[in-house]
C-alpha cells in the first residue's frame, strides 16, 4: 500500500512564514534601536544563522515525515523554498518599513554610508559623491524589490546546498 509522500512545498512555505516572521520581528528590533539603515557584519550574519537554523530545521522536519528518507534535490527545493518564502516577506516588510515607517530610511542610509566613506578616507569627495549618486539609482523600491528576491534565492541555493548533501539520504531500491 503506498502512503502519501509529504510535499516539499508545504514545509518550505511552512517554515519560510516562520523564517520571514522572525525576519520581521529582527527588523522591527534593529529600527527600536535605530540601527535599520546600518546594515553590516553583524546583521548580515544573524540573517544568516537564522536562515540556515530553519532551512535545517524544515529538511529535517521533512525527512521525518518521509520515513528518514529524502533526496537531495527534494531537500534543495525546501531550503530554497524556505529562503524564499522567507525573502519575500522580508521584502514586503522592508517596503512598509521604508515607504510607511520611517520615510527617512534611505536618506539615513546614504548619509550614514557617506560617513563611513569619509571615515576610510580611501576616496576623494568627488568619489564619494560619485558612490552616493550611484547609490540612490539602485535605492528605487523596484530595485529593492528585485535585489531583495534575487538575493534570497541566491543566498538560499548557496545556504541549501551543504546541509542538502550532508541530510540527505536514498531509499533503497525494492
Same mark, same amino acid.
Given at each position: 500500500?503506498?502512503?502519501?509522500?509529504?510535499k516539499t512545498g508545504k514545509y518550505a512555505l511552512n517554515f519560510g512564514v516562520v523564517l520571514g516572521a522572525i525576519s520581521v520581528v529582527f527588523a522591527l528590533m534593529l529600527y527600536s534601536l535605530d540601527m535599520h539603515y546600518q546594515g553590516g557584519f553583524a546583521v548580515m550574519g544573524v540573517s544568516i544563522v537564522l536562515t540556515i537554523v530553519f532551512v535545517v530545521i524544515g529538511m529535517m522536519?521533512?525527512?521525518k515525515a518521509n520515513d528518514g528518507f529524502m533526496s537531495f534535490g527534494q531537500a534543495l527545493k525546501i531550503g530554497v523554498g524556505i !529562503? &524564499?518564502?522567507g525573502g519575500i516577506i522580508g521584502v514586503l516588510f522592508n517596503q512598509v518599513l521604508i515607504?510607511?515607517?520611517d520615510p527617512e530610511t534611505m536618506t539615513k542610509?546614504?548619509?550614514?554610508?557617506?560617513?563611513?566613506l569619509i571615515a576610510a578616507g580611501e576616496l576623494s569627495m568627488e568619489?564619494?559623491?560619485a558612490s552616493m549618486e550611484m547609490g540612490k539609482s539602485f535605492s528605487t523600491p523596484v530595485m529593492q524589490i528585485a535585489f531583495g528576491l534575487l538575493g !534570497? &534565492?541566491?543566498f538560499g541555493f548557496i545556504l541549501s546546498l551543504v546541509p542538502a548533501?550532508?541530510?540527505?539520504?536514498?531509499k533503497p531500491e525494492d
Open positions: 500500500m503506498e502512503q502519501n509522500q509529504p522536519q521533512f525527512k !529562503s &524564499l518564502v515607504n510607511f515607517i542610509a546614504l548619509e550614514y554610508q557617506r560617513e563611513q568619489q564619494i559623491d !534570497s &534565492l541566491f548533501l550532508i541530510l540527505k539520504k536514498s
